[in-house]
């Protein structure tokens, strides 16, 4: 095995396992939603609103989680998130009505917020940057089979597991990814350069108060 190949698959795959789930989350909706419109007499819009709780969660995460990648690194902070997201989903599952369900769409936003993001930090880390590109294509083409994965095989669990039993499964994986991530992926290479809190705010307030920006 080629040195390119074990870091694939010891840094980029298991940051790559949540982002799969992060497909996984978006999606899987699709097909529980009209079973929990039955069984709990949910509206078009209140289905909405978990989409919205989710998506507005993730981006309002986005700011804080690019600093955090930048000062503690991909590792530590995707294997937090991962059971930041096992929790979205267990909470989904236990929750009974539109509070809960919300509750866990929120926590799944923020625990899924930087699944690509950690997989481009990792990769421009470890990988000449001629290699960036090809390694975080790979990627993202196996992280959108999430999508694929809780469409049919989803509808075909639901007569077994239910809807429950699939968001715990759900957070089952969400769990191992996190123990994966935690015990394969590498911190910065020796010799990378490291910057502290208040070096990455300093870049954001120069953001911010760019006339283009």
């Known amino acids: 095995m080629t040195a390119?190949?074990?870091?694939?698959?010891g840094v980029t795959l298991p940051l790559t396992g949540l982002n799969f789930l992060n497909q996984a989350s978006r999606t899987v909706m699709a097909i529980i939603g009209p079973v929990l419109a039955v069984e709990f007499g949910l509206s078009a819009s209140e289905l909405g609103l978990l989409a919205a709780c989710m998506f507005a969660a993730y981006g309002l995460a986005q700011l804080p989680v690019g600093i955090a990648l930048d000062t503690i690194g991909p590792r530590r902070l995707q294997a937090g998130l991962s059971l930041v997201a096992a929790a979205g989903f267990a909470v989904f599952a236990l929750s009974s009505g539109l509070a809960g369900f919300?509750?866990?769409?929120?926590?799944?936003?923020v625990g899924m917020s930087?699944?690509?993001?950690?997989?481009?930090?990792?990769?421009?880390?470890?990988?000449?940057?001629?290699?960036v590109a090809g390694m975080t294509g790979i990627a993202t083409a196996i992280s959108s089979l999430g999508s694929v994965a809780t469409t049919s095989p989803?509808?075909?669990?639901?007569?077994?597991?239910?809807?429950?039993?699939?968001?715990?499964?759900?957070?089952?994986?969400?769990?191992?990814?996190?123990?994966?991530?935690?015990?394969?992926?590498?911190?910065?290479p020796t010799g990378a350069a490291r910057r502290g809190l208040k070096d990455e705010l300093a870049v954001m307030g120069a953001i911010f108060a760019s006339r283009p920006f």
């Open 114 to 131: 930087a699944g690509l993001m950690s997989i481009l930090k990792a990769n421009t880390l470890w990988f000449l940057p001629a290699q």
């Open 154 to 188: 989803v509808q075909w669990a639901l007569p077994v597991l239910g809807w429950r039993g699939v968001f715990w499964l759900l957070a089952g994986a969400a769990f191992a990814v996190s123990l994966w991530i935690f015990v394969s992926v590498r911190d910065k």
């Open 102 to 109: 919300s509750i866990g769409r929120v926590l799944l936003g």
């Open 4 to 9: 390119g190949s074990r870091l694939f698959f």
